[in-house]
Structures are given as structure tokens and as C-alpha cells.
């Protein structure tokens, strides 16, 4: 919403210094973000585990050193997640203004409008995945995903302002059907004292070689080959590779996970 504000405000000069304005008023949600974070209880599991004095002094390097499977996995995991994201919130301007000829305002409220849908939908996600299965319905949003990249570009290729509207509107669906379950899916992979360390460092690592080359890549796809179906089957390949890490993730939906796993019961929630 800022965004299109004051891309609005500064028309001609917004990627000279209307872009900057949204940026440097995020620093509120980050003091808003710090209050929620500083007044949200431990969970009764790391309660315990303090209680006990079994809290790990060096838990990043534990969970490396005992967890290094599911810290790569989970990473691996949100590939197909993390890369369309960026190519369908961020790449999308490039490809709208300059190859579809939309304007920026219409691509920003298009934007806007998927956040919202969105504001649904991964909640929507979660709650379905704590009924079939947090890995079910993460491999489920990982197959929609891969289809979804050919039907995006296929939408905004007819350059009809509506069906490139629609195509950008629902584009965060298939993501979302994977980021709805993919916190608990991947927290859960890992043992009580380690969850957090392993959890961050798989979560942050996929940031790295999928979401922030993500739009490089797909610039690159399209100066190379000249067609978003490139960039689809970038998409696809994610997409395959997030079903295969996610099928040989453990799913402890509806288990215990207070106490610590051990590998009898690993075994048994792969099964």
C-alpha cells in the first residue's frame, strides 16, 4: 500500500527516490515486530528443557553437527517456495513494464491485491494441513506450484489487462499452500533443544540460493530465451526439486514433539 502510494506521489522519479520512502517507514514494523516478539511467553517445551539445564551453549553448532540432513532438506524444501515468490512480487515489474507494457501502478495494486488474497489463504493452508498432514499438503502446494508457472505466463502473454490482473491476483496461492504448513513442517524436524537454531539456519539458507537470485535468474532466463516459459520451467524445476526434499522430511503433525526424538521415532514418523 505504501508502494502505491507514493508511486502515486512521486510518478516520474519513483525508482529515483519514491521507493526509498516505504523502505525507511518499515522501521516502524520492525519496533512493532520487537514489542509482539518481547512479550510472547517460551514454549512449554523450551520451558522445560531450562527447567532441566539441558539448554545447548553452542545449539547452531549442535544442531550441524548432529541435524545436518534436515537443516539441508528443509532448505531444499522451500525452493519451490522462496523462488516464485520473488519472481511473481518482484521480477513481475520488470517483465509487466517493459513486456507487457502495464503500467507500474496497475502492477502494484495487482500485487497489493495477492497480499490480500493471501491474508486468507496461508491461514487457510495451515488449518488444512493440520487435518491431511503438514508434508501433504506441503507436497500438494509444491505440484500446483510447478503447473502454476505455465498458466501465469500464459495469462500475462495475452496481454489483456484483466487476465494479467487475475494471473498476478492468484499467483501467491500455490506459495501459499506451502508457506501455510511450512513453519510447523520444518520446526518440527528437529529435536526440542535444537528446533530454533535448525529451523532459522534451514529457513535462512534457502533465502540464499533460491529467494534472492531468484528475480537475477529470471532476468537472466528472459535475455537468454525471450519467453516467461523459461522462467516457468525455472519455476518447475524448484518446484520438483521442494517435492522431493519435502517427501523425505519427517511429519510429526498431531505427534508429540516435546521430548526429545530419537531414531526409533524419526523411523516412525517417516512412515
Known amino acids: 500500500m505504501a508502494a502505491l502510494a507514493f508511486s502515486q506521489i512521486s510518478g516520474s522519479q519513483f525508482l529515483v527516490w519514491g521507493w526509498r520512502i516505504p523502505f525507511f517507514l518499515s522501521i516502524l514494523l520492525v519496533g512493532v515486530g520487537l514489542y509482539i516478539r518481547l512479550g510472547i511467553l517460551e514454549t512449554p517445551t523450551f520451558s522445560r528443557l531450562v527447567a532441566e539445564n539441558r539448554v545447548?551453549?553452542?545449539?547452531?553448532?549442535?544442531?550441524i553437527k548432529r541435524q545436518p540432513k534436515a537443516i539441508l532438506l528443509t532448505a531444499l524444501a522451500r525452493?519451490?517456495?522462496?523462488?516464485?515468490f520473488y519472481s511473481f512480487t518482484a521480477f513481475i515489474f520488470t517483465y509487466g513494464t517493459t513486456i507487457l507494457g502495464v503500467s507500474?501502478?496497475?502492477l502494484l495494486t495487482a500485487v497489493l491485491t495477492a497480499s490480500v488474497v493471501s491474508f486468507f489463504s496461508i491461514p487457510f493452508s495451515g488449518y488444512l494441513s493440520d487435518r491431511i498432514g503438514r508434508r501433504?499438503?506441503?507436497?500438494?502446494?509444491?505440484?500446483?506450484?510447478g503447473v502454476f508457472g505455465f498458466v501465469y505466463f500464459a495469462l500475462l502473454n495475452t496481454m489483456v489487462l484483466g487476465w494479467i490482473f487475475l494471473a498476478i491476483m492468484v499467483s501467491?496461492?500455490?506459495?501459499d499452500m506451502m508457506y501455510g504448513p511450512q513453519a510447523a513442517l520444518i520446526a518440527e524436524c528437529f529435536t526440542g533443544r535444537l528446533r530454533y537454531s535448525g529451523a532459522s539456519i534451514g529457513y535462512q539458507l534457502a533465502s540464499i540460493i533460491a529467494g534472492g537470485p531468484a528475480p537475477l535468474v529470471a532476468t537472466a532466463l528472459f535475455a537468454e530465451f525471450k519467453s516467461g516459459y523459461?522462467?516457468?520451467l525455472y519455476i518447475l524445476l524448484c518446484a520438483v526439486i521442494s517435492f522431493a526434499a519435502a517427501a523425505l522430511l519427517p511429519d510429526y503433525t498431531n505427534r508429540d514433539i516435546s521430548q526429545e526424538y530419537d531414531r526409533a521415532e524419526e523411523v516412525a514418523a517417516r512412515s
Open 136 to 145: 501433504r499438503m506441503y507436497l500438494l502446494g509444491a505440484a500446483v506450484t
Open 56 to 63: 545447548e551453549k553452542a545449539p547452531a553448532i549442535e544442531v
Open 79 to 84: 525452493m519451490g517456495e522462496q523462488a516464485p
Open 104 to 106: 507500474r501502478n496497475l
Open 172 to 175: 501467491l496461492i500455490p506459495h
Open 230 to 232: 523459461a522462467i516457468a
